[in-house]
């Protein structure tokens, strides 16, 4: 994702161009590659732009318009008119109550966003936990939730990628985007986590995907400018095969599959009103065109979700080669 193409290769026959010999095919790989390495150094300064838009925003502005925990990931709906709130505070409680998190538990959220994720597992749950992530703002923002709520003792919120955590964990949670870039680091990334798991541990992650293999639909690429300009600039998402084999390469067995597309769609649309309602307010913070930018990535969002252009699965795992005998029952607990 940050590889730049520099290369402005000649066409065979033309003065200065190399001529090698080959199996056949080797062109077209070649021409595939220098293709996609171009492609690449575009993303890489359409990502830029992005990020001025969509990240460099104080918390305030977040504040503004997710639920009152600063959930910033999709909320799970039991009839679909739920506030956004108890959507939130519902989707908290499934994933910690599905992986079986007991009191004494050692709990990782990677991406844990503003920390209401460990802040709930370890007030109702009793875990103690780590939350991981690179935003100074939620980094703070967190820290002060913590504190606030009286857990500094129990739950402990680092400024850390996930390449860097030390540790071993009895649960795992990793919600929105998987935390990677893209699919070649996806096998990689399944592999680091899965080796902090205990054994008898047990992972839960969200994760956007592909419905078609390979990338994003193209006629969704098509139709929408703002989804391949601003949400699928590298077209990397991975499809729900291509996850699965990356998660069981690295080293994790699946126990459940849950498709949310419906529950994003929803979030989404909340997410986008409560902008348009806070829409003075929030304007004193972005000017216009990073406003605009903002309800066109959430709109963009939803049509990609509303349309099945793309998905996004609750997947559960734990090692691989675990004994059959040493899985939990559906109803235990």
């Known amino acids: 994702m940050r590889e730049d193409g520099k290369d402005n290769p000649r066409r065979p026959g033309e003065p200065g161009a190399r001529t090698t010999q080959g199996t056949p095919g080797d062109g077209a790989k070649t021409g595939r590659a220098r293709i996609a390495s171009f492609l690449k150094s575009v993303a890489t300064s359409v990502l ?3 990020d001025r838009y969509l990240r460099d925003v104080p918390n305030e502005y977040y504040a503004m318009w997710l639920d009152p925990r600063m959930v910033y990931s999709c909320a799970r709906f039991e009839r679909g008119d ?17 992986i079986g998190l007991e009191p004494g538990h050692r709990l990782l959220d990677v991406d844990c966003g503003w920390g209401a994720l460990v802040i709930r597992a370890a007030e109702k749950f009793g875990a103690r936990c780590v939350g991981i992530t690179l935003s100074r703002n939620q980094f703070d923002w967190a820290n002060e939730c913590v504190k606030a709520a009286g857990l500094e003792e129990r739950v402990e919120i680092r400024l850390q990628a996930w390449p860097d955590v030390t540790g071993s964990f009895d649960r795992i949670t990793s919600l929105g985007m998987f935390d990677c870039d893209g699919r070649g680091n996806l096998e990689e990334y399944m592999s680091v986590l899965q080796e902090h798991l205990v054994p008898d541990g047990v992972i839960v992650s969200h994760g956007i995907m592909s419905t078609g293999t390979g990338g994003i639909d193209d006629r969704y690429l098509h139709e929408s400018g703002s989804a391949s300009r601003y949400v699928f600039p590298d077209d990397e998402l991975p499809d729900l095969g291509y996850a699965l084999s990356a998660m069981r390469e690295g080293g994790l067995e699946i126990s459940q599959i849950q498709n949310l597309r419906r529950h994003c769609v929803r979030t ?44 996004i699965y609750e997947i559960v795992g734990h090692k691989a080669g675990t004994r059959a005998s040493a899985l939990p029952w559906p109803g235990a607990g």
């Not at 739920?82 to 599905?98: G, M, P, R, S, Y």
């Not at 406003?291 to 349309?307: G, H, S, V």
């Open 48 to 50: 830029s732009e992005r």
């Open 268 to 311: 989404l649309r909340l997410w986008e009103a409560n902008l348009w309602t806070k829409e003075a307010a929030l304007r004193q913070i972005v000017d216009e065109r990073g406003f605009q930018t903002w309800c066109k990535y959430l709109r963009d969002w939803a049509a990609a979700f509303e349309n099945d252009a793309v998905s």
């Open 82 to 98: 739920e506030d956004l709130a108890t959507a939130q505070l519902n989707k908290i409680d499934h994933v910690l109550t599905q």
